[in-house]
């Protein structure tokens, strides 16, 4: 793949770890049905990004009005997209979006996992033409979606890559309408992982997040069907005991999959989230956050705001949508969750389908959701009017990264930003944040999982919160120890079960299923 690689300008010893997909497209690969779509980035002049080029330019709006809104600093929203469509010399744009999901053979009942491309700007007329003599598709295991009608796969000139990424997306959009017909699907899980991960690490990464939710779902359940006191139904999710006697985690499982609260189709977000390996990579925190907001302004936008609902009309699905961003990763989806306006300049406040947005570890400033505090022109003020959305953080007392050496703003994953606004010298801020803490000490005798808000010793207030954004301790139990292989403490300390009991718990009050709902109101409390 070098020429091809390098036509791009993707050829570093890095930059390939972005589309490591693309050299193993069975053996990195997501566990549950659904989608990858990768991000890369290449120099303007190469895919026509909105640097030169006034179509490209068109497609995010720095203009919108609500964006003009904000105070006009050099950091607000407008120009957040100034800056990367007029200065940037590299701009983000999709360079494949790949299937996962199973084949079966009825007659035997064999079961395999299987891909398809979606979408694959690597085999574009422009970088397939490269070498006359050599078909790399030949030596690829790069097949074609079966392409939903009206959908046809586009081959594109390199300097429309950019363009392109818009017809990559409803290509998506296509094949996601596909799916979501019928009842399969109870939830579409978006999730983005942060800085330092590489496209292989973010899908291990998402497949463990998606299965601790699949195994949290599934002991939930089974505790539930133990019991016929509703009461305590309703108690167990938010005081529950995993341990002792009612211990499910070693038990066999039933041969039938228990789907009947959660069936998720999952949509992964890969995007090149370093420089180096080396010392130096430390000088690329502020480049990659501005790399971070620029994904939540375009693409992951476009995906979250456009592709997801679109689908979900046209499929008339039920289906709840569910956002995870983890460090850098919360900040690009944070930042997609307030950006529709870029799509749509005249709207006069954002819209999103997202039933659920949850920040893990955020790289990302509290100061957003307030006005007059920090100064990027609070992009995330008008959290309360979008009332189908509940937006939830964590922070932990655990957290060396983003409660590391990071002065200039107030990351929502540290501690010290959640003691801000949730600490006993906290002044008030009840009109914005809802203070909760999560534990879960089941792995002690007696032990349980619980969350609670701030005060209730005893845990029987109702955390439900409406128009506030739950702002949720994680320290105790749930993020807590390093994650081997990573750095900054307890920072990516998000990949186990104690962390799906969190997740599940907040899917259940604020995005429960149409199925869960019914033999569950929770979000009724």
Wanted: net charge neutral; with cysteine; glycine share 8%.
């Amino acid at each position: 793949m070098t020429p091809y690689e390098k036509k791009l300008e993707v050829d570093s010893v890095n930059a390939v770890k972005f589309h490591s997909m693309l050299y193993f497209p069975s053996g990195t690969a997501l566990h549950y049905p659904g989608y990858v779509v990768a991000l890369e980035k290449s120099p303007q002049p190469i895919i026509g990004g909105p640097k030169g080029i006034k179509e490209s330019k068109e497609l995010f709006h720095a203009d919108a009005a609500y964006f003009k809104e904000e105070e006009d600093t050099r950091t607000n929203t407008s120009h957040q997209i100034e800056n990367f469509q007029r200065w940037n010399t590299k701009a983000m744009y999709v360079s494949h979006i790949i299937k996962n999901g199973a084949l079966f053979d009825q007659a035997t009942g064999y079961v395999a996992k299987s891909h398809c491309f979606v979408y694959n700007a690597y085999v574009s007329d422009a970088l397939a033409g490269i070498r006359k003599d050599y078909n790399l598709t030949k030596v690829s295991d790069w097949n074609t979606c079966k392409t939903p009608p009206k959908a046809e796969q586009t081959q594109p000139k390199l300097e429309s890559l950019y363009r392109e990424s818009k017809q990559a997306l409803a290509l998506l959009e296509k094949n996601l309408t596909e799916d979501l017909d019928g009842s399969r699907y109870t939830h579409v899980i978006v999730v983005v992982m942060g800085w330092n991960t590489a496209q292989d690490e973010a899908i291990r990464n998402i497949n463990d997040i998606t299965g601790n939710l699949m195994a949290a779902a599934y002991e939930v359940g089974q505790a539930q069907k133990q019991t016929h006191d509703q009461a305590k139904a309703l108690q167990s999710l938010q005081v529950y005991k995993p341990s002792g006697e009612e211990a499910i985690a070693t038990r066999p499982k039933t041969d039938v999959l228990d789907t009947t609260r959660f069936r998720p189709l999952v949509i992964g977000v890969t995007w090149p989230s370093f420089w180096s390996n080396s010392f130096t990579n430390f000088f690329s925190y502020g480049n990659k956050a501005n790399d971070a907001d620029e994904i939540g302004l375009t693409w992951l936008n476009m995906l979250v705001n456009v592709t997801v609902p679109n689908a979900l009309a046209a499929s008339k699905s039920k289906a709840k949508v569910v956002t995870i961003g983890h460090s850098f990763g919360a900040r690009a989806m944070m930042r997609a969750l307030f950006s529709s306006p870029a799509l749509t300049p005249q709207q006069a406040y954002p819209q999103s389908p997202v039933n659920l947005a949850v920040g893990l570890q955020g790289a990302v400033s509290i100061n957003r959701f307030t006005v007059g505090d920090g100064k990027e022109g609070a992009p995330y003020r008008d959290f309360a009017k979008l009332h189908n959305t509940h937006i939830a953080l964590t922070a932990s007392e655990h957290d060396g990264a983003a409660g590391g050496p990071v002065f200039w703003y107030d990351p929502s994953g540290s501690i010290k930003s959640w003691n801000l606004v949730c600490g006993p010298a906290a002044p008030a801020k009840s009109a914005t944040f809802d203070c909760l803490k999560a534990s879960d000490t089941s792995a002690s005798p007696d032990g349980q999982f619980s969350l609670c808000k701030v005060g209730d010793n005893h845990c029987t207030a109702s955390t439900l919160s409406r128009g506030k954004v739950s702002y949720i301790d994680a320290s105790d139990g749930i993020t807590q120890f390093n994650s081997p292989g990573s750095g900054g403490g307890a920072h990516s300390d998000i990949y186990r079960l104690p962390m799906g009991r969190l997740l599940w718990r907040l899917i259940e009050q604020y995005a429960p299923s149409a199925e869960s709902q019914a033999e569950t109101p929770l979000a009724a409390q």
